[in-house]
Each structure stands twice: as structure tokens, then as C-alpha cells.
Antibody, heavy 119, light 107 residues
Framework: EVQLLESGGGLVQPGGSLRLSCVAS????????MSWVRQAPGRGLEWVSA????????YYPDSMKGRFTISRDNSKNTLYLQMNSLRAEDTAVYYC????????????WGRGTLVTVSS | EIVLTQSPGTLSLSPGERATLSCRASQSVSSSYLAWYQQKRGQAPRLLIFGASSRATGIPDRFSGSGSGTDFTLTISRLEPEDFAVYYC????????FGQGTKVEFK
């Protein structure tokens, strides 16, 4: 079964750090660029970051640059998101998604992992 | 950054009716790189349409996308009970931005 499974979410204090993981199965992970997208409670979708299939090139919106780092380990079929200096407004469900097409759209999505930033 | 504005915010319809959802961009979307996603409560988004009018794999033909430049439309020809959800447009030509969503609810 083609699947993405996120983990690593939880409760973290403001200023803290968290690393999210996304494990892929059922397809050749190393062939696909990947992205993270988040959704604050009751809000819309916001693109967080993207990485090409080989991992060399990464992309962020200006609002995420410097605090978030996307990476991947193709030998483990795993995508990561390192989040530092977390703020209350980073509270959201974080989804990983495969990037398909040219230019990329988001094809397969995981179920998401909830990050709550609160003291 | 391209800002996408969806209208209406909420659409109240009955099963069997036609749904027309609008997405307007703050500047022209290159080569119609506009996607639509469906999100049901508590679930991840699902890709419906990419490139403004191409249906994703497994998407029923009652879903259709159209438009170019700054004005795009998602049409659901005859609403099925499972179609009541929130729909987001996304431009995928210059980084990625989403609209704020249109909720299709039971009338």
C-alpha cells in the first residue's frame, strides 16, 4: 500500500525544538521530491518546505527560513523536518506530501502529526 | 507571493445539485498551474485537479476544473453525499500558496 506516515509531533514549550519524521512505503521514495504542509487548528493550508529527490536542494517560504530545516534519508525512506525556536503560531497539524509533475503539485499526503507549542 | 482568494466562503447545497467554486489570483498564474484539493473533516487533503483542468488519478469525472490567468473554477456537476467537504485551490507555478478554502455544506 502506498503510504506516508508522519510522527514526532507533540507538546513543546515556546522556544523549543522538535523533529518530525515521515516514513514512506509502497513506492520508490528516492524518485520523488517531498514537501511539508501545515494546517493550524480551524485554519487553511500553508506550505512549509520542499526538498528535491536527491536532497541537495531545499525550498522554504520567507516566513520559515532560518527556523525550519527539511532533509531526507533515502536509505531509510524517511523525510524530516527540524523545527527550532518554536512559537505558539507554529501550532498545527504537519503533513508530508509527495511532489509530482512539473512544476510540482502535492499528490500523496500523510495523515499528519500535531505539533502544539504552549507553556 | 501570489495570493489566492476563494469564493464563496461557504456553499449550501443539496445532493444532486451543481457546485461552482471560484479561485481568483492576485497575479496571473503561469501556464495555469492551479490545483484543487478536497479535505474532509479530520482527514488529509486529497488532490483533485492539477494544471487547472487535469483530473488526478481516481477522481470521478463529476469534478472538473477550468480557467486561466487569474480566474479559476472547480465545478462538481452533481453533488454526491461524500462531496460535502472543504475545497482548497493552490497555485503550483511559483512556490506554493493556497486559498483560504470553500466549505460545501448540506443545505
Amino acid at each position: 500500500e502506498v503510504q506516508l506516515l508522519e510522527s514526532g509531533g507533540g507538546l513543546v514549550q515556546p522556544g523549543g525544538s522538535l523533529r518530525l519524521s515521515c516514513v514512506a512505503s509502497g513506492f520508490t521514495f528516492s524518485n520523488y521530491a517531498m514537501s511539508w504542509v501545515r494546517q493550524a487548528p480551524g485554519r487553511g493550508l500553508e506550505w512549509v518546505s520542499a526538498v528535491i529527490s536527491g536532497g541537495d536542494n531545499t525550498y522554504y517560504p520567507d516566513s520559515m527560513k532560518g527556523r525550519f530545516t527539511i532533509s531526507r534519508d533515502n536509505s531509510k525512506n524517511t523525510l524530516y523536518l527540524q523545527m527550532n525556536s518554536l512559537r505558539a503560531e507554529d501550532t498545527a497539524v504537519y503533513y508530508c506530501a509527495t511532489c509530482r509533475g512539473s512544476p510540482w503539485y502535492f499528490d500523496l499526503w500523510g495523515r499528519g502529526t500535531l505539533v502544539t507549542v504552549s507553556s | 507571493e501570489i495570493v489566492l482568494t476563494q469564493s464563496p466562503g461557504t456553499l449550501s447545497l443539496s445532493p444532486g445539485e451543481r457546485a461552482t467554486l471560484s479561485c481568483r489570483a492576485s497575479q496571473s498564474v503561469s501556464s495555469s498551474y492551479l490545483a484543487w484539493y478536497q479535505q474532509k473533516r479530520g482527514q488529509a487533503p486529497r488532490l483533485l485537479i492539477f494544471g487547472a483542468s487535469s483530473r488526478a488519478t481516481g477522481i470521478p469525472d463529476r469534478f472538473s476544473g477550468s480557467g486561466s490567468g487569474t480566474d479559476f473554477t472547480l465545478t462538481i456537476s452533481r453533488l454526491e453525499p461524500e462531496d460535502f467537504a472543504v475545497y482548497y485551490c493552490q497555485q503550483h507555478g511559483r512556490t506554493w500558496t493556497f486559498g483560504q478554502g470553500t466549505k460545501v455544506e448540506f443545505k
